[in-house]
């Protein structure tokens, strides 16, 4: 796939999706629910079955710190995103405020880093991976930010600029990576390797914080369970093409 056309499905499916908020109303979020419980299912199972495997086979002496540092990242980004990327958000008291602007860094720089080892290094299959996890986990994080960004004051106009800007980083951090892949002398191949590690770090904490927060005091019931088995199955499927 062109890398063009790669960039526009994630840009479309950020913009496409944080359109989506107007259609629920406001409290009713069971559709989201069940939205996020099977991009974290598909998400953990893109990472065991395809992202981890590919990391490992050329692993080098730190490839499992820089997957810790990646979910400490995302443990770090949360301080100023409140857990927008994995489509939740938490209650603040009124006398507490959020910066719309701060949430945006936070979650620029997420998308920033997750964009970057979509180079030409890795094989086409795991670079089709990596970009299909993107977008299915994209489609709750918009919806969550676009809710938020209207929640905290901003203007539809003004909220949609800040959507726009988000949709532009995993491109941008892709654009930078293939920048260095063919302008650095040196070989990139660990390197990209390694920023892989902390994209699979970023991710597994992103997964597993869907799958505990899908429900109210962290209880499954059946629905939920079959959504993400069906979102396991598919991301099997997916792994052995």
């Known amino acids: 796939m062109p890398p063009i056309l790669i960039y526009i ?4 499916t950020v913009l496409g999706s944080g359109s989506l908020v107007f259609l629920f109303k406001e409290g009713n979020d069971r559709v989201l629910k069940f939205l996020l419980a099977f991009s974290g299912a598909f998400l953990i199972g893109l990472i065991f079955l395809k992202l981890v495997p590919e990391v490992f086979s050329n ?10 540092l990646g979910f400490l990242l995302q443990l770090s980004l949360e301080l100023i995103t409140d857990g927008a990327e ?15 602007f701060l949430l945006l860094i936070g979650i620029c720089i997420h998308s920033f880093l997750e964009g970057m080892p979509i180079v030409q290094s890795f094989d086409t299959k795991v670079q089709h991976t990596l970009v299909l996890g993107i977008v299915v986990h994209n489609i709750p994080i918009s919806l969550t930010l676009m ?13 949609f600029i800040f959507l726009a800007i988000f949709s532009l980083m995993t491109p941008l951090g892709s654009l930078l990576g293939n920048f260095l892949e063919r302008y650095i002398t040196v070989s990139l191949e660990g390197l990209f390797n390694y920023v892989l590690a902390v994209v699979i770090g970023i991710f597994l904490h992103v997964s597993t914080s869907i799958l505990f927060e899908t429900e109210e005091n ?13 979102g396991l199955a598919i991301a099997f499927g997916i792994s052995l093409l």
């Open 147 to 159: 809710s938020l960004f209207l929640h905290y004051g901003l203007t539809r106009t003004k909220a």
């Open 218 to 230: 962290h209880r499954y019931n059946i629905q939920k369970f079959i959504t993400v088995v069906v």
């Open 59 to 68: 692993a080098g002496a730190f490839t499992g710190l820089f997957v810790i």
């Open 9 to 12: 499905i994630l840009i479309l």
């Open 86 to 100: 994995h489509g939740h958000h938490h209650e603040h008291s009124d006398d507490e405020t959020v910066s719309p």
